[in-house]
């Protein structure tokens, strides 16, 4: 394997592994300062012991989300070299002030929530968790500012052999990065909400805690029909500024070979990359370019239009694609069924069986979207300015496969641990009430 | 302002980064260093893993964020360190998730065997960061095998030169003293005597070592080239032997808070020595001195420098006050009631 696809690799594993914890984080910690909250305001003892039970689940879940984030940061270094050179003006701030406004404030206050129950007042504890789950979505804007940045450049002046910061204000006020934060974070809450709402199900199928169940379900399904509905219309403007900037990722995300006006949306395809056509094709006239340009006879440009070596991988990016956006119908209808039934879930066994196998969906939803975001802006490494392959560190093929190879072992038992002690302590329940 | 006003103020910080990092994120590494010697029940392995709970991911995120600062500040000085260790650095990477997990995991399934298993990756993985850190650092202070385009021409095992191993050891001795006079403090009974008299014991080890890498560093190193030139930065090597120095005092006074303390001024006085005799390089050249990455050489640009320096201004001192509130906060003595309460690990 050669260094840049080893590279390539090992960055996908140590992202997508890293992805797998991130969303949870995001929601579950907000929801746990909800639960906590409601306790303070209310006293009602089954919020404190809704906080503890789901705040258990969301440390378990943290802990690898931020060993695996460290690897992250470490790896533009180690593996991609040129890239940190030609871009760290920019990017590398970026990460420098992640790091400190959101780092410290995150670890800091999610120790002081686990560790300060009997300690602190419950409005200083209860503060502790929202400074937690704020610091850790402040996390979340400045990655995506960066990534943002890599997706759609602005802001910056070649000069001395690399891209330098011309204006700040332009590169945190990139309309790209915030509507990549407004579509990934609000996909965590939905995540997070599913998580919720799927493990209250199973107790409440078991009839067991059904008053504690059936409160921490309420307030989830009001919250996962909030931000379903809130990523179904945010993706769609994403997709729009994606037609602007990235014509290439949306050329490959529809299979879309030949430059045309009036361009159908393509429901169904196998690509052929090598024939430059889709063997097989179920088309919608014109919607493609009423959905991207908001114009039935709007001109879509088509893969031919660019040179080979500058088209992403058609087939990956079309179908991470479709998954996301079917699976993202499937959450509005399954939040609707559960917002309906949220007083009373249980009259509703099949919601509740339903809810249980949704909980892995949003994963792959989630992941399936990372795919389109990153697969679909290749070549490029930074879109436009930078190619991935001229990034990569001048260090061997072994090397990278030997880390490689221990990353995909090392995390695949690190994972399955992980996600065990999860359905652990999600099946045990909470602790029971103190009488 | 000039332009080499902020690389020097930057070059200060990644300074500060680094001895923020090492004082705080050394006592927790010290203790998992010294969990299997010192702790001899379950109930005095939880106290010391109590101890360190509520401050050790904090600890760490210095550590990221000193990479990140490198990144940010001096992205070719990061560029070049991190894809010319790269085997090194996957070691510490490794060694830092275990170490995160082991401590998050090891409470959460009853069992002895589960929890010695945990128990050993800790001490391992604390033992083989702070290994890692101090070769590191070692190597730096020699100068690195980089040529003119800032390629690495080295192995991962000239790495191992004697007098980076011996920074190692004294990383591995100083972090051990730390962690112990930090259980100290925090610990009641028989494990605090025990305590006491192994960091002592360390202490005598740390004390010779420290001395030797001084002393070795006259004839292998250029660290001292500075100090002849501004003799006020002898101030810093001063408080590490003071510091050094007061931590037997404070032990055999039985004042482990100002022994933990003493030994915080010791691992920042020589870090603060590394540090202002590397001035201005940041990772030094041994083939040639022209090749070596200086903070002018490897910069960031004047505007980033700037935006970074008012980030800094106003956070850090944010984070210092958070940061000793919560080790106000949970600095209590650990006592058997609050062990068998069992809040956190």
Known sequence: MDVVWASRLQFAVAAFFHFLFVPLTLGLSLLTAIYETIYVKTGDEDYKRAAKFWGRLFLINFALGVVTGITLEFQFGTNWRYYSEYVGDIFGSLLAIEATLAFFLESTFIAVWAFGWNRLSPKVHCLAIWLTAIASNISALWILIANGWMQHPVGYVLRNGRAELKSFAEVVFNKFAWLEFLHTVPAAYILSGFFVLGVSAWHLRRGKEAVFFRKSFRVAAVWTLIFSLFVFVEGHLHGTEVAHTQPTKLAAMEALWETQSGAPWTLFAIPDPAGERNVVEIKIPKLLSLLAFHSPSAEVKGLKDFPPEERPPVSFTFWSFRIMVLLGIWFVLMSLWAFKNRERPEASPGLLRALVWTIPLPYIAIEAGWMVAEVGRQPWIVYGLMKTADAVSPISPAQVTVTLLAFVVFYTVLGVIDFWLLAHYARKGPEPASA | ?345
């Open chain 2, 1 to 345: 302002m000039e332009h080499n006003v902020f690389q020097i103020i930057w070059f200060v910080l990644w300074g500060v980064l680094w001895a923020g990092y090492f004082v705080l994120d050394g006592f927790d590494l010290g203790a998992g260093i010294l969990l299997p010697c010192v702790a001899k029940s379950e109930e005095e392995r939880r106290a010391v893993y109590q101890a360190i709970g509520p401050f050790w991911d904090g600890n760490e995120v210095w550590l990221i964020t000193a990479g990140g600062a490198t990144f940010a500040a001096f992205p070719k000085t990061y560029a070049v360190m991190f894809s010319g260790l790269y085997t090194a650095l996957f070691l510490l990477l490794f060694a830092l998730i275990v170490r995160g997990v082991a401590i998050e995991f090891r409470g959460k399934v009853e069992g002895a065997g589960w929890r010695r298993f945990w128990d050993f990756l800790f001490w391992i993985s604390s033992l083989v960061a702070t290994l890692i850190l101090g070769v590191a650092f070692g190597n730096i202070f020699l100068g690195l095998p980089i040529d003119a385009q800032g390629i690495f021409r080295g192995s991962f095992f000239s790495l191992l030169h004697p007098y980076a191993l011996l920074v190692g050891l004294l990383f591995v001795l100083a972090f051990a003293v730390h962690g112990a006079t930090w259980l100290a403090f925090r610990v009641n009974g028989e494990l605090r005597q025990r305590l006491i008299r192994d960091a002592k014991v360390l202490w005598v080890f740390e004390a010779v070592t420290a001395v030797a890498v001084l002393l070795f560093s006259l004839k292998l190193t250029p660290l001292w080239g500075n100090y002849l030139k501004a003799p006020l930065l002898f101030v810093f090597p001063l408080v590490a032997v003071i510091g050094l120095l007061l931590v037997p005092y404070f032990l055999n006074a039985g004042r482990t808070l100002a022994a933990f303390l003493s030994s915080g001024a010791a691992i920042l006085g020589v870090t603060a020595w590394g540090m202002a005799g590397l001035f201005p390089n940041l990772f030094p050249s041994r083939l040639n001195p022209e090749w070596s990455l200086t903070i002018y050489n490897s910069s960031s640009s004047p505007l980033t420098l700037k935006i970074m320096t008012v980030v800094a201004l106003v956070f850090v001192p944010i984070v210092l006050v958070y940061t000793l509130w919560t080790y106000r906060t949970f600095s209590f003595r650990i006592t058997r009631e609050e062990l068998a309460y069992g809040e956190g690990y």
